[in-house]
């Protein structure tokens, strides 16, 4: 397995949820992190602690992922803070539910800037770097709603599924840099979006939610893992075969 210690990451949307049990676990393997929120300061500053505590570094930046200019920004950040991006894990995200002819024009752009854009913009202010030193690692957070259509909707859905196609794309146009790129599609983990839409885990074959932990421990692998590449790593309890 590589050896991650030392090496710095950016996790996208990273205050909370998925996005901070990423960060903590990439910060006990002494990783630095980049902690990228939109609007809950307060979370990202007490995450920061966490990490600095673990024994990294770790810095707060506040920026909207679907932003190019923003985006730029915030990599520039980390670079003169922590260093040049080596992990990038692309987990900021939002859901949107509604009655299939309330969804407007406005609805799927803000999904798909959100989950998809940002996904693309941020890969692409990293990847320079990345292939100048010949090693990377970028993890998409997609779904399992990209596999099944999910609860969420159609927007939700088409903008994880394009997380996927992405996903495959770099890998592919990536793979002689010595950058890999993978997917992860968990399947209703107990966070806060999954509370807002009222799920239940009735239909999971395992018959629970899965934890945010169970997600970070996919991070890991993929990270460590230098001959894994354009795969889709399902962490889902049971609810899609693949």
């Keep these: 397995m590589t050896e991650i210690k030392g090496k710095t990451a950016l996790v996208t ?23 990228n929120y939109h609007s809950d300061a307060g979370s990202a500053e007490n995450l920061c602690k966490q990490i600095e505590g673990l024994g990294a570094k770790a810095i707060p930046i506040k ?22 991006v080596e992990i990038l894990v692309n987990n900021a995200g939002i859901a949107h539910k509604d009655e299939l002819e309330n969804i407007t024009e406005a609805d799927w752009d803000r999904v ?13 202010a990293c990847i320079g770097t990345m292939k100048q030193q010949q090693w990377g690692r970028i993890i998409n957070i997609s779904s399992v709603a990209a596999q099944t259509g999910g609860v969420t909707g159609p927007l939700y859905a088409a903008s994880k599924a ?15 840099d010595g950058i890999t790129a993978n997917a992860i599609t968990p399947a ?11 799920a239940s885990p009735d239909k999971i074959p395992m018959g629970r ?10 991070v890991i692998m993929l ?18 075969f693949s």
């Design 63 to 84: 920026a909207d992922v679907s932003d190019a200019a923003s985006v730029s920004v915030m990599v520039q950040e980390v670079e003169e803070n922590l260093g040049p």
């Design 112 to 124: 798909i800037d959100t989950n998809l854009k940002s996904a693309f913009l941020v890969t692409q």
């Design 162 to 176: 394009g997380m996927i196609g992405l996903t495959h794309s770099y890998a592919l146009f990536l793979i002689n």
């Design 209 to 218: 939610f899965g934890q945010p932990n169970e997600v970070a421990d996919a």
């Design 188 to 198: 209703l983990i107990e966070t806060d979006m999954v509370k807002e839409l009222k």
């Design 13 to 35: 949307g990273a205050s909370k949820g998925i996005g901070k049990a990423i960060a903590l676990a990439l910060a006990k393997e002494g990783v630095h992190i980049g902690v």
């Design 223 to 240: 990270v460590k893992n230098a001959y894994m590449t354009g795969q889709t790593v399902g962490v889902n309890g049971g609810l899609y």
